[in-house]
């Protein structure tokens, strides 16, 4: 009979039970997690040694095959992505057609400016079948914030004539209670992701606890190394599953603005760099919103507006 691993782990050169268990135990369980996280981190946390460790990550990664790709085998992989429609079509038009898998999409705003009623509509339209312009997938919704809505996911897929039970049972909800925590919990997305066909991920938000966790000047740099450290877990799972991830992030005022405009996406280059699609949004009358790109590897910037209403977000009726 044909040895038999008892776990997906083992399938890594040189993991047996014992590491197989010591990485499990310190939330590493699957190949993906064990490819994607920094030497030194899984020595710390597995109790494993440095070399051991830096052995594990290789051989994980030869597995998931996250070495050099050829501009060809890119370019393959660019065609399984997908692009799912926001609900107002101004903005799918901003974002060339959608929400795209593979990346990861953010939205900036103040308080107020529609960042959750996005987060919110996308969880119900994604799961439409790729036919009908969805991913046709689960959603995770990590709420750092406390803001995400049953009652509101409810009118949004009933208004949108969807089969609300089952729109409903699509959404897992993980409340985040810190920073710390948010770090568990993307570790064990990549194992999530994989068992409930995960489509869409949404971090709402993704800076608050850090803005209020890291205070003062001098604990800035290791907020942004635990930042980076998160988003790109957030990248590996989005192109390893062809799943979407959206972020929303806050604002605050540029220090040097005394005229051009005041606000600025928060999280500084770490951000910057790590989000495929970023869009800012502001108030304007009524539930009026605007949306700008203001960062894209390949699409041209531009703004657009929006309207906040009982279908989540939809076009603005009165845009010319
Ligand atoms: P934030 O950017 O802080 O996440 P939200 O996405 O929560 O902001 O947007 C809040 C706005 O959405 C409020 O102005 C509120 O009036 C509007 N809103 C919430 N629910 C509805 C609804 N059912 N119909 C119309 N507007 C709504
Ligand atoms: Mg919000």
Known sequence: MALELNTELEEINGVGPSIASKLKQAGFTTIEAVAVVPARELAERAGLGRETAEKVGIKAREIINAGFLTAGELLEKRKTMMKCPTGAKELDRLLGGGIETQAITEF?????????????????????????????????????????????????????????????????????????????????????????????????????????????????????????????????????????????????????????????????????????????????????????LIDSPYLPAGQISFMISEQGIEDNPSAP
Do not use: W
């Open 108 to 292: 900036a705003g103040e308080f107020g400016t529609g960042k959750t009623q996005i987060c919110l509509t996308l969880s119900v339209l994604s799961q439409l079948p790729p036919e009908k312009g969805g991913f046709g997938g689960r959603v995770l919704y990590l709420d750092t914030e406390g803001t995400f809505s049953p009652e509101r996911i409810y009118q949004i897929a009933e208004s949108r004539g969807f089969d609300v039970k089952n729109a409903m049972e699509n959404i897992k909800i993980a409340k985040v209670y810190n920073s710390d925590h948010l770090c568990i919990i993307i570790d064990s997305l990549f194992k999530v992701c994989q068992e409930e066909g995960v489509k869409l991920v949404v971090v709402d938000s993704i800076i608050s606890h850090f803005r209020g966790e890291y205070l003062g000047r001098e604990t800035l740099p290791e907020r942004q190394q635990k930042l980076n450290l998160y988003l790109h877990k957030l990248i590996r799972l989005a192109e390893v599953y062809n799943l979407a991830v959206i972020v929303t992030n806050q604002v605050h005022a540029k220090p040097d603005a005394f005229f051009s405009d005041p606000t600025n996406p928060t999280g500084g280059h770490v951000l910057a760099h790590a989000c495929t699609q970023r869009l800012l949004l502001k108030r304007s009358k009524g539930n009026i919103r605007t949306a700008a």
